[in-house]
Nanobody, 115 residues
Framework: QVQLAESGGGLVQAGGSLRLSCTASGSIFSVNVMGWYRQVPGKQRELVATMTNGGSTNYANSVKGRFTISRDNAKNTVYLQMNSLNPDDTAVYYC?????????WGQGTLVTVSS
């Protein structure tokens, strides 16, 4: 089994920054994709950013140029640096781990951006 532990959410003013972290533990496969999704009440969960163990990234258009995903493979940890936050970024952010047909979600961390 794989478990994900997230941290770093909170309240920030518009224009501010936050950094999210997610560490995977358990039976980790070295080949994987880790990343972040977010969800607001009444809407579907949406992609924010993902990164393969090899360093390939994928970003939602809405966060390009503002958010940066990175990872430390030795620590099985993925980070999301969020800059220039705006109220539309308010959501529960979920860490995600994928290895072929295996998909694991974190418990979610709330990010609230005040105007």
């Amino acid at each position: 089994q794989v478990q994900l532990a997230e941290s770093g959410g909170g309240l920030v003013q518009a224009g501010g920054s936050l950094r999210l972290s997610c560490t995977a533990s358990g039976s980790i496969f070295s080949v994987n994709v880790m990343g972040w999704y977010r969800q607001v009440p009444g809407k579907q969960r949406e992609l924010v950013a993902t990164m393969t163990n090899g360093g390939s990234t994928n970003y939602a258009n809405s966060v390009k140029g503002r958010f940066t995903i990175s990872r430390d493979n030795a620590k099985n940890t993925v980070y999301l640096q969020m800059n220039s936050l705006n109220p539309d970024d308010t959501a529960v952010y979920y860490c995600n781990y994928k290895h072929w047909g295996l998909e694991v979600w974190g418990q979610g961390t709330l990010v609230t951006v005040s105007s």
